[in-house]
């Protein structure tokens, strides 16, 4: 039993991961968060972000049947997953919105 929830919750990350837009397409923003926000993210926001992702991830699937007869799966999955998703893994650190930081380090080669 152990190994099946484990190998489900292997598979639910992986998709997730795969199904986010990523760092390369996310919108540019222009925050400066301060080191506590920073702290305060990678501790706890994140870490609640993440658990939010499965567990919608899990609502979505249970209610995937329901709201694709309502004509709104997509919705319910934008709300329940990928709102989450961006917020955890596209979100600059200490940032409030989603999005990459303006101030990135860019290769000169990649312009």
Not at 3 to 21: E, G, K
Not at 40 to 50: I, N, Y
Not at 52 to 81: Q, Y
């Amino acid at each position: 039993m152990k190994h099946r929830i484990r190998t489900s919750t292997i598979a639910v990350l992986v998709l997730l991961l795969a199904i986010t837009a990523g760092p390369t397409q996310a919108q540019r923003i222009e925050e400066k968060p301060t080191a506590l926000a920073m702290v305060g993210d990678a501790f706890l926001a994140r870490p609640l972000l993440l658990g939010a992702t499965v567990v919608g991830s899990v609502v979505h699937t249970v209610a995937l049947p329901f709201s694709a007869i309502g004509g709104n799966a997509d919705e319910v999955g934008d709300t329940l997953v990928v709102g989450p998703a961006k917020a955890t893994f596209v979100r600059c650190l200490g940032c409030t919105v989603s999005g990459r930081n303006i101030n990135e380090v860019v290769n000169p080669d990649d312009d």
